[in-house]
């Protein structure tokens, strides 16, 4: 079925009706969601009876369900919903476009998937929070460059870990609150003359309503900048699980084998967590590189923002269960870690503030610390667990204030 055939003679060569229809069937429920709004506004123009909009009402909230409605006749989601509503279907697009119906139905599916990621987010930063407390205490080199730098705790560093995904949890409500508007009532470009009543947060340009994506970019940079950063703590996963590091062993329910080496445990849910980072980017630009073009309102290649926005949905939500499964998991080798830590060069800018506190100048503490390194005579006059606690946030007491404050955050108890 399709709603222009009314204007175009015969049928479509197959190889263009395949290429024309939209792979769209995840916009069922959000479809009859935005269709129900637009069936109540004809209701209150006086275009559908009572009876009338009651039987769409019933008939969209058993079809929301019902994936299975939509047929490879029906060129998208659209006509499928029009053609499973029978005869008083063909009165439900009375004032409205697909330009309108699919943007509305792609910002409900937009603000949905930004409500699930928030939620995943927050399941995996409450885990590492877990994580975090009962790693208060155990000593690590902090690395710049990834050369030891600092002595730190694995709980200081893990909290680092939750700013990051705190931050992701802001761009998806902002990715959400761009979404929230409605474009019906912009029909295909410039409204209708039925004066029907205005939906609950129309947008205030008709031509903007159909041809913006911008929420839908909104959504898909909260979601590549989230990929980095489980990237960045994948990678941190696979080198603490390696053996030259031994930081931590990976759990067996999230980790696989080698198919050749009986002895190999893989860090495969860590990896490929950093490779769909550069998916996610990618399907940032493409749908960027797609939209840059287009003059206003609407054109069909705004069908291609369905593709990237799904896949997304998807990645998110399995890499986020997957990684929160994992981390669960990890068990630390505080040994190997408090031995690492226990490099004496670690202590080197301790020892350069220890001289400026007796009135050097820092630089030439530091050419005299340094110096000292260099000829191998360098030795510390203290301890790591001593220079964390000297530093207030790595230590312990500053990781439990710190805990206690992303608790807060986050609305959970450990």
Same mark, same amino acid.
């Given at each position: 079925?399709?709603?222009?055939?009314?204007? /175009?003679?015969?049928?479509?060569?197959?190889?263009?009706?395949?290429?024309?229809?939209?792979?769209? %069937?995840?916009?069922?429920?959000?479809?009859? &969601?935005?269709?129900?709004?637009?069936?109540?506004?004809?209701?209150?123009?006086?275009?559908?009876?009572?009876?009338?909009? &009651? @039987? =769409?009402?019933?008939?969209?909230? $058993?079809?929301?369900?019902?994936?299975?409605?939509?047929?490879?006749?029906?060129?998208?989601?659209?006509?499928?919903?029009?053609?499973?509503?029978?005869?008083?279907?063909?009165?439900?697009?009375?004032?409205?476009?697909?330009?309108?119906?699919?943007?509305? %139905?792609?910002?409900?599916?937009? +603000?949905?998937?930004?409500?699930?990621?928030?939620?995943?987010?927050?399941?995996?930063?409450?885990?590492?929070?877990?994580?975090? #407390?009962? #790693?208060?205490?155990?000593?690590?080199?902090?690395?710049?460059?990834?050369?030891?730098?600092?002595?730190?705790?694995?709980?200081?560093?893990?909290?680092?870990?939750?700013?990051? !995904?705190?931050?992701?949890?802001?761009?998806?409500? /902002?990715?959400? #609150? $761009?979404?929230?508007?409605?474009? +019906?009532?912009?029909?295909?470009?410039?409204?209708?003359?039925?004066?029907?009543?205005?939906?609950?947060?129309?947008?205030?340009?008709?031509?903007?309503?159909?041809?913006?994506?911008?929420?839908?970019?909104?959504?898909?940079?909260?979601?590549?900048? !989230?990929?980095?950063?489980?990237?960045?703590?994948? @990678?941190?996963?696979?080198?603490?699980?390696?053996?030259?590091?031994?930081?931590?062993?990976?759990? @067996?329910?999230?980790?696989?084998? $080698?198919?050749?080496?009986?002895?190999?445990?893989?860090?495969? =849910?860590? @990896?490929?967590?950093?490779?769909?980072?550069?998916?996610?980017?990618?399907?940032?630009?493409?749908?960027?590189?797609? =939209?840059?073009?287009?003059? +206003?309102?609407?054109?069909?290649?705004?069908?291609?923002?369905?593709?990237?926005?799904?896949?997304?949905?998807?990645?998110?939500?399995?890499?986020?269960?997957?990684?929160?499964?994992? =981390?669960?998991?990890?068990?630390?080798?505080?040994?190997?870690?408090?031995? %690492?830590?226990?490099?004496?060069?670690?202590?080197?800018?301790?020892?350069?503030?220890?001289?400026?506190?007796?009135?050097?100048?820092?630089?030439?503490?530091?050419?005299?610390? %340094?110096? $000292?390194?260099?000829?191998?005579?360098?030795?510390?006059?203290?301890?790591?667990?001593?220079?964390?606690?000297?530093?207030?946030?790595?230590?312990?007491?500053?990781?439990?204030?710190?805990?206690?404050?992303?608790?807060?955050?986050?609305?959970?108890?450990?």
């Amino acid at each position: 079925m399709t709603l222009w055939g009314g204007r /175009v003679e015969g049928s479509l060569d197959p190889a263009v009706w395949e290429f024309l229809r939209a792979d769209d %069937a995840e916009l069922l429920p959000y479809d009859c &969601e935005a269709t129900c709004v637009h069936a109540r506004r004809l209701l209150d123009a006086g275009i559908l009876t009572a009876a009338e909009f &009651e @039987e =769409v009402e019933t008939a969209l909230a $058993s079809l929301a369900q019902d994936r299975g409605a939509i047929l490879r006749s029906d060129e998208d989601v659209h006509s499928a919903i029009e053609r499973r509503l029978g005869e008083v279907g063909r009165k439900i697009h009375a004032g409205r476009s697909r330009n309108d119906q699919v943007a509305a %139905a792609m910002r409900l599916y937009v +603000l949905d998937a930004c409500a699930e990621a928030r939620q995943e987010i927050e399941a995996l930063a409450l885990v590492v929070l877990s994580f975090a #407390e009962a #790693e208060a205490e155990t000593l690590m080199p902090g690395y710049t460059h990834l050369q030891r730098g600092q002595p730190v705790t694995l709980g200081h560093h893990l909290l680092a870990w939750v700013e990051m !995904l705190d931050r992701d949890r802001t761009r998806f409500a /902002v990715a959400g #609150e $761009s979404a929230a508007a409605s474009p +019906l009532g912009a029909g295909a470009l410039a409204g209708s003359t039925l004066g029907l009543p205005a939906p609950p947060g129309q947008m205030r340009n008709s031509i903007d309503a159909v041809a913006d994506r911008d929420f839908a970019l909104d959504y898909l940079y909260a979601v590549a900048v !989230l990929y980095t950063h489980l990237s960045r703590i994948g @990678e941190e996963i696979v080198l603490w699980s390696s053996g030259e590091f031994g930081f931590a062993r990976l759990p @067996e329910s999230a980790a696989t084998g $080698s198919s050749m080496m009986p002895q190999k445990l893989n860090p495969d =849910v860590a @990896e490929l967590a950093r490779g769909k980072a550069g998916t996610a980017i990618g399907r940032l630009a493409g749908l960027l590189a797609t =939209v840059k073009g287009l003059p +206003l309102a609407y054109d069909r290649d705004l069908q291609e923002d369905k593709a990237p926005v799904f896949a997304a949905r998807r990645d998110v939500r399995l890499g986020l269960q997957a990684l929160t499964a994992l =981390v669960a998991g990890l068990e630390v080798n505080r040994e190997r870690m408090a031995a %690492a830590a226990s490099d004496p060069l670690v202590l080197a800018t301790d020892a350069a503030e220890a001289l400026v506190r007796e009135g050097v100048a820092f630089r030439e503490a530091h050419e005299r610390v %340094a110096g $000292s390194v260099r000829a191998g005579s360098f030795s510390p006059a203290g301890t790591a667990a001593e220079s964390v606690a000297a530093r207030g946030a790595p230590g312990p007491g500053g990781v439990r204030e710190a805990l206690a404050e992303a608790r807060a955050r986050f609305g959970g108890s450990l």
